[in-house]
């Protein structure tokens, strides 16, 4: 049988998961890796979680296990609905909440519902290649935005707004992925005074908000621009990425296209692990169990300073997150970080290189870190490692 | 904000779930419904799966809570391929097969690889309702050939095979949804002959194929044509729907889109939820609890047939399903089965008229009576009001 163009054309704009080809090649053994995006498993409340589990076979009755609502099990939508109230002081109704299979999920119900082939969608620049990859399928034309320090450079997006139809913004405003960055609160409102004029919705990727080790939070775009967001949340940094499960926040219009979307991809999400995920949040002290994480990364992110401090030439410059998982180098001048890859892989050390953060841009001498999937001292000798081979190369 | 033209052009296709809408109304208190699609809950194996659950707590650490990796958990993709080899003599490849969320993600799934805007895509006549609402995402061009008892109509077939450029044929060859029938030895042979000198794939959705109460099993289109067939499976008919894990078993070069796009759309599957099924399915004799769902949904399938032959005017005819949980009623003439359902809902009994299972037929004389959902006692009671209902209305 021929295999020539049976395909979907869309199939043709997903760029390949890079980071999956480059997390074989740092599986070798004796290589300390920075490149996985994973949390720290040790962190892992397993406990709670089998206690939680066992509850809800002793308790829960053969519901859980049936087919279930589109929208989500209801006590975990309130639940939701209660801890932005309470933490964040933000009121979301119930009814604008739908529970999917982690945030990825969001991200295709989200591009099903809105990307017809060709609309503008704003990515930052660097931005999470998951995201790239769930809007690519959709075919947008990516606009990319700028992102340093403060947060999304203002010009650059009224730009790219006035230049082509958009009919989404995408941010991780807090921590970013890749670059650990977070929007200021006065960037935020400048962006929100932007984006409120247009129908353009600004998609609020928050995984790791909560993760958060210095300085004050800032501003949900949820608050400033309530009918312009789209929150998406999600209990793989903060409990555990295995159950798959996070949420969107979305108001009454959008909502009823996500959930007819949602119906048609998968008719709904395991109310089993929902259920589960729900026994551990209202058994716990939910609080003291984040905090645990937010010292055990907090301490690795300081770690991995001081040892760029010590070990990295002084022309290389990296980011200074305030929370979440990674930072962000940039090697002077012209150096490739790819080509320093190949060689770090060499000495033992590895990391992922900026060019698949970005759109259309190869030879990008940026990388991404992450500071918390190894212990204080592998990052010390880890980053020793780097910055020698970072001193080789130039 | 303006909110209209604000999605994509792809969400006005999709059909709202009619049977979501339906299923509201039979939930009154007092109606006996044969309305819905979900298994009987009393047949779920709860304390095996608290037994295995326990197990992976105790035994299995902190891997199943991690990401993982998207094709699925290789243990129980084993399994499955040495299922297939014990119980159907067919050899698929561990490498060929998929964890998906459902079967309704595989769906989902194989719109998003293989089907573009106007793309033909053949859809059994009654269909599935789930499979037109996954596809209509992807905009085809839907063609409709009918089933009857032998199964699919050879040469409507072949007259749309001939008139339309067609990517896939979706088949639920054994126990259909939502008529009950099953594809003969024969119709398979003459189907395959046809398929296999085309670059079309047909999809075997096969998620009733172990529930045969009578007659003996057929030879799956994957033993036919193998480099023809996508294969379907699911364990929501035979454990549980609510932990939403199937598989797809697809030819390397499909897997590899598919790959592409399941990590797009949602990483992976829970690795968690896929690591207990298969401690059950590795702890438990699977063939002894199977055949106590066989039993059970067969003497229903014969309490409704008894019932139907008591009750039901003369000129109703049924289809005799050999397994599965449905059968399909074509009442005599223009009798319209939507009409026919207010006056039954008054009467205190529910079905699914047969018009959401048409791309485009309205007033169908057809309806789908579930068997499995309530016990015998209420079947008779339910069958006698719509026969009743039926004889009021004629």
Redesign the interface.
């Known amino acids: 049988?021929?295999?020539k163009n049976?395909?979907?054309?869309?199939?043709n704009n997903?760029p390949?998961?890079f980071i999956?080809e480059i997390l074989k090649v740092t599986l070798k053994p004796g290589i300390i890796s920075f490149a996985g995006?994973?949390?720290n498993?040790?962190l892992?409340p397993?406990e709670q979680?089998?206690t939680a589990?066992?509850k809800l076979?002793t308790c829960g009755g053969?519901?859980?296990?049936?087919?279930?609502t589109t929208e989500g099990y209801v006590k975990l939508r309130e639940y939701i609905s209660a801890r932005y109230r309470s933490r964040n002081n933000l009121y979301v109704p119930v009814e604008n909440i739908l529970i999917?299979?982690?945030s990825?999920?969001g991200l295709?119900l989200l591009g099903?519902?809105?990307?017809?082939s060709g609309?503008g969608l704003v990515i930052e620049e660097p931005g999470y290649l998951?995201a790239i990859?769930?809007f690519?399928?959709?075919s947008p034309r990516f606009l990319s935005v700028p992102v340093s320090d403060e947060g999304m450079d203002r010009e650059a997006l009224q730009h790219s707004l006035d230049s082509h139809e958009t009919?989404l913004i995408y941010t991780v405003p807090n921590f970013q992925n890749p670059s650990g960055i977070t929007y200021s609160t006065e960037n935020r409102i400048q962006l929100a005074a932007t984006i409120e004029k247009t129908?353009t919705?600004l998609i609020e990727d928050d995984p790791y908000g909560e993760l958060r080790f210095s300085g004050e939070p800032k501003p949900s775009f949820l608050s400033l621009i309530p009918?312009?967001t789209i929150l998406l949340g999600s209990f793989?940094k903060t409990i555990?990425?295995?159950?798959?499960l996070g949420w969107i926040v979305a108001p009454p219009?959008v909502m009823e296209?996500l959930i007819?979307?949602k119906?048609?991809?998968?008719?709904?999400?395991?109310?089993?692990?929902q259920a589960i995920i729900h026994q551990f949040l209202i058994d716990n002290d939910v609080d003291t169990h984040i905090e645990k994480i937010v010292q055990t990364y907090g301490s690795q992110k300081i770690a991995m300073e001081e040892s760029i401090r010590e070990f990295f030439p002084p022309k290389v410059t990296v980011t200074d997150p305030e929370g979440g998982m990674f930072l962000w180098v940039t090697l002077p001048g012209d150096m490739k970080a790819m080509e320093l890859f190949h060689t770090a892989i060499k000495n033992g050390v590895a990391f992922v290189p900026g060019d698949p953060f970005y759109i259309d841009r190869k030879d990008s001498n940026c990388l991404r870190l992450s500071f918390v999937s190894t212990n204080e001292e592998m990052i010390r000798t880890g980053i020793k490692r780097l910055g020698a081979t970072i001193t080789q190369c130039m």
Chains 1, 2 share one sequence.
């Open positions: 049988m021929k295999m049976i395909f979907a054309d869309r199939m997903i390949r998961s999956r995006g994973l949390p498993s040790d892992f397993l979680l089998q589990t066992e076979f053969s519901t859980v296990f049936q087919y279930a999917t299979s982690g990825q999920q295709d099903k519902i809105m990307i017809s609309d998951g990859q769930a690519s399928i959709y009919r129908t919705f009918e312009n793989s555990v990425p295995g159950f798959r219009p296209k007819t979307a119906q048609a991809t998968d008719l709904h999400t395991s109310h089993f692990t």
